[in-house]
C-alpha cells in the first residue's frame, strides 16, 4: 500500500485545513487507518484513527472535538478536517495504515511520506 497526503501548509491560530490521505496499490477497506504527527525535536504522536468500517474513532485528547477523521472506501482515501488550528498543532502530519493492532499505537504497517501543518500568524 502507498500512501500519499496532501492538504498541508500554512494557516493562522484559530483556522482550518482539511489532510487527505489515498492510498494505491491495494484496496484499503480492511485496513485501520491513523493519523499521526511530529513536531520539531519531538517524538511522533497519535492524533486519531479510524476503523476499516468507519463504526469507531479514537481521539488523542489534545484533538477532541476540533479534528474529525472521515474514510470513503470506494475512493480509497481517508481525510482529517483539522478546525480551530493551535500553534502547537504545527507538526509533520502522517497518514498510516494497518491490517491487525492497536490504531493508537504507532507500529502501523504503512506511512505515507507526510504533509507539513504550520499554523502562525
Known amino acids: 500500500v502507498q500512501l500519499v497526503e496532501s492538504g498541508g501548509g500554512l494557516v493562522q491560530p484559530g483556522g482550518s485545513l482539511r489532510l487527505s490521505c489515498g492510498a494505491s496499490g491495494r484496496t484499503i477497506s480492511r485496513y485501520g487507518m491513523g493519523w499521526f504527527r511530529q513536531a520539531p525535536g519531538k517524538k511522533r504522536e497519535f492524533v486519531v484513527a479510524i476503523t476499516w468500517s468507519g463504526d469507531r474513532t479514537y481521539y488523542a485528547e489534545s484533538v477532541k472535538g476540533r479534528f474529525t477523521i472521515s474514510r470513503d472506501n470506494a475512493k480509497n482515501t481517508v481525510s482529517l478536517q483539522m478546525n480551530s488550528l493551535k500553534p502547537e498543532d504545527t507538526a509533520v502530519y502522517y497518514c498510516?495504515?494497518?491490517?491487525?493492532?492497536?490504531?493508537?499505537?504507532?507500529?502501523?504497517?504503512?506511512w505515507g511520506q507526510g504533509t507539513q501543518v504550520t499554523v502562525s500568524s
Open positions: 498510516a495504515a494497518r491490517l491487525q493492532g492497536l490504531l493508537y499505537a504507532d507500529d502501523y504497517d504503512y
